[in-house]
């Protein structure tokens, strides 16, 4: 079983900077996928960034340059540096983690943590 909880959320002013944390645990492939993905209220969940167990990035064109995806391998744990913080970067923001192993996918979602920026 694998499990994924996220931490470093909260209420932030635009401009301002957050580091969220993703503590992943159990089962998991060594060659994988993690990545950060967000929901705003009444938007569909989209991806924010992702890295590979390589540390190959990507990042939606929304935060490039302003967020940073990290992983820690030895610590299962993988971070999102966030800075220069925007109103429209509000959401519950999820970590995720997959991998294939033959025709199989295996994917996991964290329960989600809430990025309020505000003044």
């Known amino acids: 079983q694998v499990q994924l909880v996220e931490s470093g959320g909260g209420l932030v002013q635009p401009g301002g900077s957050l580091r969220l944390s993703c503590a992943a645990s159990g089962s998991i492939f060594s060659i994988n996928v993690m990545g950060w993905h967000r929901q705003a209220p009444g938007k569909q969940r989209e991806l924010v960034a992702v890295?590979?167990?390589?540390?190959?990035?990507n990042y939606a064109d929304s935060v490039k340059g302003r967020f940073t995806i990290s992983r820690d391998n030895a610590k299962n744990t993988l971070y999102l540096q966030m800075d220069s913080l925007k109103p429209e970067d509000t959401a519950v923001y999820y970590c995720?983690?997959?991998?294939?192993?033959?025709?199989?996918?295996?994917?996991?979602w964290g329960q989600g943590t809430q990025v309020t920026v505000s003044s």
């Open positions: 995720n983690v997959r991998w294939y192993q033959g025709n199989r996918k295996f994917d996991y």
């Open positions: 890295i590979s167990s390589g540390g190959s990035t």
